[in-house]
């Protein structure tokens, strides 16, 4: 069975300061691997995924997501914060054959001005 | 597009009151999903429907709870009666097909609350 890990419940970062979030999953072939974010009273919404190919991948509202198979991550990062970023990220992971992807626990991003 | 729509967004009940939540998919999407969501527990994936048929229903905590998908643009979710531990976010959610079958498209999600 699929899992995701998504090791920090919270993480606080200043305005302008880069940004690393941490995802790791399991799964025994080359996954599907998703980030969304999640504002305040709003659904979820897709950042980026990785389905095959390049494993650097570019999303919206600058983010990228580098999927390292040796280490079975795939850690989302952005270069510089803005206060709006300041959300609920999750990690999910889908196996191709499956359609139902498996969300992590998230992970709350706090912006400090 | 107008995105995954559900209504209503915010809902105050009585426990022992019948709760519907709605939820219209986005047109020419196969699948069908209803999430819960808290604190304590996270996003938990309630049921889900494949072209208006219930595939797995595993995740409905309870008799208490049933979901249907009359047609491929509309779905419900109902809990009947309510208890104030059903206090959570719901959120629909659907996916198409081919490449993208895996990736989610959310709805703004409803907001129970029962006293």
């Known amino acids: 069975a699929q899992s995701v890990t998504q090791p920090d419940i919270h993480i606080t970062v200043s305005e302008g300061a880069s940004l690393e979030l941490r995802c790791n999953y399991s799964?025994?072939?080359?996954?599907?691997l998703f980030w969304y974010v999640q504002s305040p009273g709003q659904g979820l919404q897709l950042l980026l995924k990785?389905?095959?190919?390049?494993?650097l991948v570019q999303g919206i509202k600058g983010f990228e997501a580098e999927f390292k198979r040796s280490q079975s991550s795939f850690n989302l990062r952005k270069p510089s914060v803005h206060w709006s970023d300041a959300a609920e990220y999750f990690c999910?992971?889908?196996?191709?054959?499956?359609?139902?992807?498996?969300f992590g626990r998230g992970t709350s991003l706090i912006v400090h001005p | 597009d107008a995105g995954v729509i559900q209504s209503p967004r915010h809902e105050v009940t009585e426990m022992g009151q019948e709760v519907t939540l709605r939820c219209k998919p986005i047109?020419?999407?196969?699948?069908l999903f209803w999430y819960r969501q808290t604190m304590m527990r996270g996003l938990e994936l309630l049921i889900y429907f494949n072209n208006n048929v219930p595939i797995d229903d595993s995740g409905m905590p309870e008799d208490r709870f049933s979901a249907k998908m009359p047609n491929a643009s509309f779905s419900t979710l109902k809990i009947q009666p309510s208890e104030p531990r059903d206090s959570a976010v719901y959120f629909c959610?659907?996916?198409?097909?081919?490449?993208?079958?895996?990736?989610?498209?959310f709805g703004p999600g409803t907001r129970l609350t029962v006293l």
């Open positions: 990785y389905f095959s190919g390049d494993t």
């Open positions: 047109s020419g999407h196969d699948y």
């Open positions: 999910a992971v889908g196996s191709g054959g499956s359609y139902i992807p498996t």
């Open positions: 799964y025994g072939a080359t996954p599907y």
């Open positions: 959610a659907s996916s198409g097909t081919g490449y993208n079958t895996d990736t989610q498209y």
